[in-house]
């Protein structure tokens, strides 16, 4: 048995006990089969540290042999077999003491080299060992670098600006986008005018918002019937009336001149004397004032005449409807497409389906808590958009966009001609609120604006009552 190495017995063991002690359990070699380009290896309870490996070429390694402790026994190995034993007697160095080292002698000429030998017999494959313990699972690798953020798309073109000028003037000129308030009512500039009332014609000023209804007022309710009259009191005692004082006596008259004798008119005679008037008796005195008679009693309350019935209540007035609005600009683009009403909220390609890069125009709403209907869905075109158009409303459920299946509940068509408007009319659906809510557009092919320029070629305001 020829020597390779000295092994420490104890750590040998340590390694193969497991697979050693196999051979009285079982009847069959237990076989650990690495694959192909690997190795057989025993880590310690961590996982990190390697104890015992063999190698994708064979080679044993135990890492740990050259810090043990040293022992006192030789263990060889087998060139052949590769089996491990106790060195054969006269192999290696004897058990008696260690002699001191001699002189290092002069290192002599390096020798021929000698022909390669003839290759061994393979060894025997050993036994297999038992199936080491897994290993605890390693740390988490350090997380890679961020990629670099991808460059901003290009912004999309704007749509004309709107303006709002307050309430409408006559005497004031406006341009394209203003924007007015008349009667309850707003209204956007299509063209730029000076003193059309809004609301006059169509093509001038465009509807934004319209007034609510006035809800009729109720009837009044039936008076109550009035109640009896109370018996009247009885009227108090007259006092008497007191006596009337004397009269005064009348004075004598006097005497009456005699008449002279008829002459010529002479000067007017003087005029007699005028008899003294008789002194004015004096008056009576007043008599006493007489007793005041004694109140009456007071006539009892008439019984309260019974409650009139309460008119019926006045049927309710309609509440004034909420106008969902929608601004777009639209410039070869591919049908079908989807877009909300303002505030809207932008969705992804799949839902609604939109076509592949116009993420952009699909969109939806949200309906008003207090809506429950829609009508009146308006669509006004400010020139050319090359193409008969289908407008329609899809809705869907709260927080769901609507679906491209769905059946449009409020649709009207526009034409290609340089301005062009649609109203759906007095027809009503059902909405609930927080529902959602989007303008399907349909036509065919490539949306492309007439020979109007880019921008301004494909714009177009929507509007729907919501109830």
Known sequence: MSRNKSLHPSLLALAITGALSLADASAQDVTVQPPSGGGFVVKDSSGNAVRFQVDASGNVIIPGLGTAAQQGALVCFNAATGTFGPCAPGTGVGNGATGATGATGPTGATGPAGAAGATGPQGLQGIQGISGA???????????????????????????????QGTWSNSTAYSVGDAVYLNGSSYIALTGNFNVTPGSDSTVWALLAQQGATGATGATGALGATGSTGATGTTGVTGTTGSTGATGTTGATGATGSAGATGPTGATGLQGIQGVTGTTGATGATGTTGATGAIGATGS????????????????????????????????????????????????????????????????????????????????????????????IVTGSPGVAPSAAATPALTCTTTATAAANCNSGAATASVTGMSTISLKGTWTGTLTAGTATPGTGAFFYATVDCH
């Open 134 to 164: 897994t290993g605890a699972t390693g740390a988490a690798g350090i997380a890679g670098p961020t990629g670099a953020t991808g460059t901003t798309g290009a912004t999309g073109a704007s749509g004309p600006p709107i303006s709002f």
């Open 301 to 392: 309350t008439g019984a309260a005449g019974p409650t009139g019935a309460t008119g019926t209540t006045g049927a309710t007035g309609t509440s004034g409807s909420n106008t969902l609005l929608m601004i777009r600009n639209w410039q070869g683009q591919s049908s079908p497409l989807f877009t909300g009403f303002s505030p809207a909220t932008i969705v992804g390609t799949a839902t609604p389906d939109c076509a592949t890069g116009q993420l952009a125009n699909c969109a939806y709403s949200f309906v008003p808590p207090s809506c429950t209907t829609i009508s009146n869905l308006r669509i006004q075109t400010v020139s050319n958009l090359g193409q008969t158009i289908t407008w329609g």
